[in-house]
């Protein structure tokens, strides 16, 4: 079956008409010839949507697959093709957390007078987004910002320029904890009169461990990956410790990382001192006083359960007030909590890095990460587990068409609506993305 033109001569000239048409042999002589099934009228006056709607119908009774086919065979682009998709929820989520916590604004600032040509501020959400979705290395990063998660304003990204933003977050890092600190604790109105302060440690899969080295910038003067005590069963690789400060929600809002090595009374020391000023220390958290001053508590805390339905905690400062002995003993398993999702939930560790600047901003990633999402568990009531489940389906669809690319995200569900409510942001836009062809794109 084919379609065919034939030449009929008329008063005006020669007429072309179309027919539908297959060949038949003739039983008696053999010859095939033409028959005509069905006669569409003169080429210049064709019925041009009739044709459209009989080849639609037509195409009805084939696979998708022959439909395309058919196309390439003649030389037809697609009306519509699907490209992939990106996962959007997560980050979005993050990304609005982000800069609703004055993290975006701050490092912009700090920014603004580096002569950057990349987009540092978006790569270290990047990284820090990785995080809290899906913890992998520096150049597994690559991939997924370019493959597998929609970080906005980030379509892709070299892992050598992650490395530069990581030197750039460990150079100001001082300055970009001070003024987290103050916008979260301003933003959120955190109870900041009361930090508690404790370390873990984290360990290398690098073989050996650094030798000592003078550096002015660090009250310590060894190298920072060294042996010591720790809790993950493997003595014989290097770790670092590590100390969050935590407010009475279970916010981490400072974070240090010393040797491995470091006795605890040298890391009171140290805190003290970035505290700035002369205080009396107790250890293990930090309190402010009446008048405004930040003070260490380093009392030992512990609970004598054995008393008929009555509970004791007995310290080693008589000097702290009752309620506040408590509290600290109370507030032990936030803290611990803080420490076990660091591990697990954006997993801290094993570290690859070998350089000292790219442990203390893996680290500092990590911190963000940890900010991020412990606010966001705080707001919601649920665990980020539970968020990051619930976000899973939230997706931009990637579609190509005659006129250009659509990025589309799906329509968010009551679940994920409640979410970005609650957190007061709003979800990613139904049309993330519209790119019209220019002239001359095929």
């Known amino acids: 079956m084919y379609i065919r033109t034939t030449k009929t001569k008329t008063k005006n000239g020669m007429a072309e008409y179309v027919q539908l048409a297959h060949n038949q042999r003739d039983p008696k002589t053999g010859v095939p010839r033409a028959v005509v099934l069905y006669n569409f009228g003169r080429m210049d006056q064709l019925d041009l949507e009739a044709l459209r709607r009989l080849v639609k119908s037509i195409s009805r009774f084939l696979e998708p697959q022959e439909v395309e086919v058919i196309k390439e065979q003649l030389g037809e682009e697609s009306p ?7 996962q959007i929820g997560g980050s979005w989520l993050l990304d609005g957390m982000w800069k609703r916590l004055g993290i975006e604004k701050t490092l912009r600032q700090l920014l603004s007078d580096r002569d950057f040509r990349t987009p540092v501020e978006r790569m270290l959400f990047a990284m820090v987004a990785n995080r809290a979705l899906a913890p992998a290395s520096k150049l597994q990063v690559e991939h997924w910002v370019a493959r597998e998660a ?9 892992v050598h320029q992650l490395y530069r933003a990581m030197d750039f977050l460990i150079e100001a890092a001082d300055e970009i904890q001070k003024q987290v600190f103050f916008s979260v604790a301003s933003l959120l109105n955190l109870e900041v009169d009361l930090l508690f302060l404790d370390t873990t440690t984290t360990y290398f899969e690098i073989k050996g461990e650094d030798e000592d080295h003078w550096d002015q910038n660090h009250w310590d003067q060894k190298g920072l990956r060294k042996r010591g005590y720790g809790k993950d069963n493997h003595p014989e690789l290097a770790r670092v410790v590590i100390a969050f400060a935590v407010t009475r929600d279970g916010i981490p809002v400072r974070c240090w990382v010393w040797p491995g090595n470091t006795a605890d009374e040298n890391i009171v020391e140290q805190v003290k001192t970035d505290l700035n000023g002369s205080h009396q220390v107790y250890g293990r958290y930090v309190r402010q006083t009446k008048t405004g001053k930040l003070v260490l508590n380093h009392a030992k805390i512990r609970a004598e359960e054995h008393l008929d339905g009555k509970y004791l905690v007995s310290t080693s400062d008589g000097k702290l007030p009752a309620k506040d002995v408590v509290l600290g003993y109370k507030q032990l398993a936030v803290i611990e909590r803080v420490f076990k999702d ?16 790219r442990i203390r901003a893996h680290v500092l990633l ?74 001359g794109t095929v």
């Not at 519509?80 to 990106?86: A, I, Q, T, Y």
């Not at 929609?150 to 070299?158: A, R």
């Not at 954006?346 to 070998?354: E, L």
Request: charged content about 25%; some cysteine.
């Open 80 to 86: 519509f093709e699907f490209l992939g998709s990106r």
């Open 150 to 158: 929609l970080i906005d304003q980030l379509p892709g990204v070299d």
């Open 366 to 439: 990590c911190w963000l990460a940890m900010l991020l999402i412990r606010v966001a568990e705080n707001e919601t009531g649920q665990t980020w587990h539970e968020m990051k489940k619930a976000l899973a389906t939230l997706q931009v669809g990637i579609h190509r068409t005659r006129s250009g690319e659509i990025w589309q995200t799906n329509m968010a569900d009551t679940e994920q609506q409640k979410l970005f409510e609650t957190l007061k942001l709003k979800p990613p836009p139904r049309y993330y993305s519209v790119s019209p062809l220019t002239r």
């Open 342 to 357: 660091l591990k697990h939930l954006v997993d801290i560790r094993p570290v690859y890095h070998r350089l000292e600047e």
